[in-house]
């Protein structure tokens, strides 16, 4: 693949940066903020690092803008990868190979180092041109994210650390697109993790009876199976997306009395239990879903009760549902979308998020937060084996980078090249900037 020498020193601080293991589920972080610290030094960022928990570091890093009454922007990724399976992988995951064909092969290539360094080259190719951001720019590195997020960004975005950021807008990780329209996210199903305890009559194995605990459940089941069955359908049906119906997955179930080689058959167990992957999507009827669990999955009649281990809420903070509008009622978003298309791409229909990323806890504070991770042609390979991303939509994701924090934090007149920032007009962006 060639690469111009220019191209090829960006490049291999990404690789460096993948190279760097901070795989779960024991990642030490302090190598990788060393890394990260010396990015900021070179590129001539403000750096803070704050361990809200010890040996969970977060690293903040701030480009002072011009005007520091306006709202600020906060680039977020986070620093932890999920485990490999070695015998998987036809590359070491953290040795960053780049095949012939460009492909840098990394557990994290995709999720999400790439953002994270990605932001980083645009800040270093802005400065370089001269550019002037009117607003900050932070960008955080945080911890934790693969398993909750609970001791990185939930501490940081709940820090005082946060509030004196007095951030207007986050981007924060999205998902590679298959085609050549990115894909940005607005939204994000909240988790309710739960488990349904069924309680009934033991007895001998070989008798019919009623009330008995895993008969309880299956009932139960079989409803679940039923909602799940209905909501996928209209995901199959083309009706609609994946994030905008409600999953459930029966994730476990456990029941019955082990022996050294097997299980006691002739004993009916009093006690089974079954625990649920659940998504709510933002636009589910929750008092109906509520009433579901109540009254069909896990009714007092069929002794079963149930319990959350996660109920994920669906509004922010001020009670509005948590989801960042993309339409012209957001001037951030005609700023996100107009920077896109100014790099060269186009937008996919907005989604929401089938799963949970740290943005949820900024738009929980009710502050506009889009999921965004710049990969275009490129295989959906976040956790999975043989994770890559090729150098030159990684390169390309840096451009995009560099039009949308121009948009967000320019004072309007930027032409659009970095090289020529002091050129051009920008009408529509100045009113929007005075809006925000
Ligand atoms: C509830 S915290 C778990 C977070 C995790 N995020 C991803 C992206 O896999 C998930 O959605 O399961
Ligand atoms: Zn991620
Ligand atoms: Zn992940």
Not at 19 to 46: A, C, W
Not at 89 to 94: D, E
Request: proline share 5%; glycine share 8%.
């Amino acid at each position: 693949l060639p690469l111009s020498p220019k191209e090829e020193e960006v490049v291999s601080r990404f690789q460096e940066y993948l190279r760097i293991d901070t795989v779960h589920p024991s990642p030490n972080y302090y190598p990788v903020t060393e890394f990260l610290i010396i990015q900021g030094k070179q590129i001539g960022l403000d750096t803070k690092v704050v361990e809200y928990v010890q040996g969970k570091p977060v690293i903040l890093f701030t480009w002072q803008g011009t005007d520091s009454s306006l709202p600020s922007v906060l680039l977020n990724s986070h620093t932890d990868v999920v485990p490999v399976e070695l015998a998987h992988w036809k590359h070491p995951p953290f040795a960053a190979k780049m095949d012939e064909a460009g492909d840098i092969f990394a557990r994290g290539s995709q999720d999400m180092k790439c953002v994270g360094m990605q932001y980083l080259e645009a800040i270093r190719n802005l400065m370089a041109a001269g550019f002037k951001p009117q607003r900050s720019i932070h960008v955080s590195f945080v911890p934790e994210e693969e398993v909750g997020g609970v001791d990185g960004a939930k501490k940081f975005y709940g820090s005082s650390d946060f509030k004196e950021l007095n951030v207007g807008m986050v981007l924060d990780e999205g998902l590679a697109s298959e085609d050549g329209n990115y894909r940005v996210f607005y939204a994000e199903r909240t988790v309710w993790w739960f488990y349904i305890t069924a309680q009934g009559h033991p007895g001998h194995g070989s008798r019919l009876f009623d009330g008995m605990a895993l008969e309880n459940l299956r009932i139960s089941l079989d409803a679940i199976a039923d909602f799940r069955k209905s909501e996928f359908d209209k995901v199959k049906s083309g009706e609609k997306a994946e994030g905008e119906v409600t999953s459930v997955n029966n994730v476990y179930l456990t029941a019955g009395r082990p022996t050294p080689t097997g299980f006691v058959m002739n004993v009916q167990p009093s006690q089974a239990e079954a625990g649920f992957d659940m998504r709510v999507s933002p636009l589910a009827d929750l008092d109906a879903l509520q009433k579901l669990l109540d009254e069909e999955w896990a009714p007092a009649s069929r002794n079963l009760t149930y319990r959350f281990l996660q109920k994920g809420k669906v509004t922010d903070d001020f009670g509005n549902l948590a989801v960042t509008a993309v339409d012209d009622s957001n001037p951030w978003w005609v700023l996100f979308k107009r920077a896109v298309e100014k790099a060269g791409g186009t937008l996919a229909k907005p989604e929401i998020f089938m799963a949970a990323t740290d943005g949820r806890y900024a738009r929980n504070q009710g502050i506009p937060t889009l999921g965004f991770s710049p990969m275009t042609n490129t295989q959906v390979l976040l956790h999975d084996h043989n994770e890559f991303l090729n150098a030159k939509e990684y390169l390309k994701g840096i451009k995009v980078y560099e039009q949308i924090l121009m948009s967000f934090t320019g004072t309007g007149d930027e032409s659009g090249d970095p090289s020529n920032s002091k050129t051009g007009s920008g009408e529509l962006s100045e009113t929007i900037h005075t809006e925000l």
